[in-house]
Nanobody, 119 residues
Framework: QVYLVESGGGSVQAGGSLRLSCAASGRALTRDVMGWFRQAPGKEREFVVA????????PYPDSVKGRFTISRDNSKNTVDLQMNSLKPEDTAVYYCAAREPWKDSYDIWGQGTQVTVSS
């Protein structure tokens, strides 16, 4: 059984920063694509960014471009999301997910961590 556990969420004021971390256990996810998703209240879950085993990330959506940065440490089996210049619209539950590269969809999910940004 593979588990993903997110940490680092919390409440910050607009303009602040948070660093989310996702730790995997059960097996090494060094070959997996790791992604971050978020779900705001009353909205569908949306994809934010993903990173390949080689450290290549997908393009950031305009909503977070220049403010969010994904990174991974294969030796520690972790993936992080650095979030700077946070805005109230970034408020959401953030989820870490993993999929093996040949799969179309993410099939391993964390429980989520709440990020609340106040104005």
């Amino acid at each position: 059984q593979v588990y993903l556990v997110e940490s680092g969420g919390g409440s910050v004021q607009a303009g602040g920063s948070l660093r989310l971390s996702c730790a995997a256990s059960g097996r090494a996810l060094t070959r997996d694509v790791m992604g971050w998703f978020r779900q705001a209240p009353g909205k569908e879950r949306e994809f934010v960014v993903a990173i390949s085993r080689n450290g290549i990330n997908t393009p950031y959506p305009d909503s977070v471009k220049g403010r969010f940065t994904i990174s991974r440490d294969n030796s520690k089996n972790t993936v992080d999301l650095q979030m700077n210049s946070l805005k109230p619209e970034d408020t959401a539950v953030y989820y870490c997910a993993a999929r093996e590269p040949w799969k179309d969809s993410y099939d391993i999910w964390g429980q989520g961590t709440q990020v609340t940004v106040s104005s």
